[in-house]
């Protein structure tokens, strides 16, 4: 480690706010360099603008909730795991609570807290913010390996023929400003929440330093159906139901939990989570069935003698009123369509196809899927720089020296709950800790 070891950070997010943080905390000077007017925007509206930090599970939970390249994380999550981001922030003095499903939030339910602690600590460690300074390049220079006269003999034509590698020397802003750096991490995001100034401008300075850049697609992201009486149930939120997602008889995904009707199809935890599971369905032109179990706790044997029950007790009265006690009013209709019943044919009349439908209807109701919302509306970005152009132990390129890696422009992803934040914590601590105190792995 050297005192006058100099770090810049592209992007004040999560993970750029943690790898300054841990950078500054092992002596080195830290800039971050930030393209908008604050830091943190993105994290801002994270969980509703509540800051969903972390879960508070193992590490081996957290893995096994990454959709991409989850190996990559081990080491990384290792050192800096789901407890750690918590004895991190409370000794900040930011009061953690824990929710349902091991969701960690700030006590305040405030997002601006968890930000306004990481901007103390960066200050308080001497890391200078640079605001609307937008990164345009990376620069670098080439060198000549330490183990050259190995590799090639000590002679004066090899060292001519020898293979220079590249080494990061530090960044040039778009007004034209040079900075120079002995390290740099990249924490510039992905491309989803473009108001939030997510532009893919980080991943292209990836590429333009030779690393590889896997296809993009919004991840976390409401869907969009063919069906359009979505359109009379937007804004209703069902509770402890579960879905299926098949295409054909291939199952994509299931779960249990919360989903959301909106105005052109659905979106919710278990949608977004489902989500990131059939985006590369969705690009193939391919229209996944939606199967949603609006009664996953009840067997149909058990449903039928409900609705049977129901059906003999409320004889005179008309469908739409029976059902009152099974489900949310404006999707009455909706199930009483789908299965073929008038909502208005009364109880005493219903035949036993009618329950039979009804029955099948409520344990199925069908929709289907024909695309997402696109990365406007998506929460994270699924894909970006190769994780096998990334040393896993360090987040250091394997392209080039003296570049570290951080957060959303990692081609790794995860399901809701957390998991994502703590991607960025992990790295970002990784990135930061081994940027200050390696001389490189390269």
């Not at 750029?16 to 500054?24: D, E, L, Q, S």
């Not at 278990?270 to 985006?279: D, E, H, K, P, Q």
């Not at 229209?287 to 049977?308: H, N, Q, W």
């Not at 029955?359 to 289907?368: I, N, R, S, V």
Request: hydrophobic share 35%.
């Amino acid at each position: 480690m050297s005192e006058s070891l100099q770090i810049i950070v592209i992007g004040g997010g999560a993970a750029g706010m943690m790898a300054a943080v841990t950078a500054a905390g092992n002596g080195a000077k830290v800039t971050i360099c930030e393209q908008n007017e604050k830091l943190g925007k993105k994290l801002f509206i994270t969980g509703k603008g509540r800051c969903n930090l972390t879960n508070e599970s193992d590490s081996r939970n957290h893995l096994s909730q990454v959709v991409s390249n989850s190996r990559f994380l081990y080491s990384a999550e290792s050192n800096f795991d789901a407890a750690g981001v918590c004895a991190f922030f409370s000794g900040l003095g930011l009061k953690l609570k824990t929710e349902r499903g091991n969701r960690v939030f700030p006590e305040s339910d405030h997002s601006s807290d968890v930000i306004r602690a990481l901007e103390y600590e960066c200050r308080r460690l001497g890391v200078k913010i640079m605001l609307n300074s937008k990164v345009k390049a990376i620069l670098t220079q080439h060198y000549l390996p330490d183990n050259l006269t190995e590799q090639v003999g000590d002679t004066e034509k090899n060292r001519n023929k020898a293979v220079r590698q590249t080494a990061c020397t530090g960044v040039v802003l778009e007004n034209g400003t040079k900075l120079q750096a002995d390290r740099i991490i990249l924490a510039s995001g992905g491309v989803s929440y473009p108001l939030t100034g997510a532009d893919g401008s980080g991943l292209d300075m990836a590429r333009e330093r030779g690393h590889s850049v896997t296809k993009l697609y919004p991840a976390l992201v409401p869907l969009v159906t063919e069906e359009n009486w979505v359109t009379d149930l937007a804004g209703l939120s069902l509770r402890n139901i579960s879905i299926t997602i098949k295409d054909g008889k291939k199952k994509l995904y299931e779960d249990f939990g919360e989903m959301l009707f909106t105005h052109r199809g659905v979106s919710g935890p278990v949608i977004l989570s489902a989500s990131s599971f059939i985006t590369k369905d969705l690009e193939q032109g391919k229209k996944p069935d939606l199967i949603i179990d609006l009664k996953p706790a009840l067997s149909e044997e058990v449903l039928d003698k409900r609705l049977l029950r129901e059906i003999e007790d409320a004889k005179t009265k008309q469908l739409k009123n029976m059902m009152a006690s099974l489900l949310p009013q404006s999707l009455i209709p909706v199930v009483c369509e789908r299965a073929g019943v008038s909502e208005q044919t009364k109880c005493c009349e219903l035949s036993k196809k009618h329950r039979r439908a009804l029955l099948e209807t409520l344990k199925g109701l069908h929709l289907t899927i024909t695309g997402t919302e696109g990365f406007a509306q998506a929460i994270i970005t699924q894909g970006g720089v190769n994780t096998k152009e990334i040393d896993p132990k360090t987040m250091e390129s394997k392209i080039v020296k003296n570049l570290y890696f951080a957060g959303e422009c990692i081609d790794v992803d995860a399901q809701t709950g957390g998991y994502n934040l703590q991607i960025a914590w992990s790295t970002g601590y990784a990135a930061g800790q081994n940027a200050a105190n390696t001389i490189g792995s390269n």
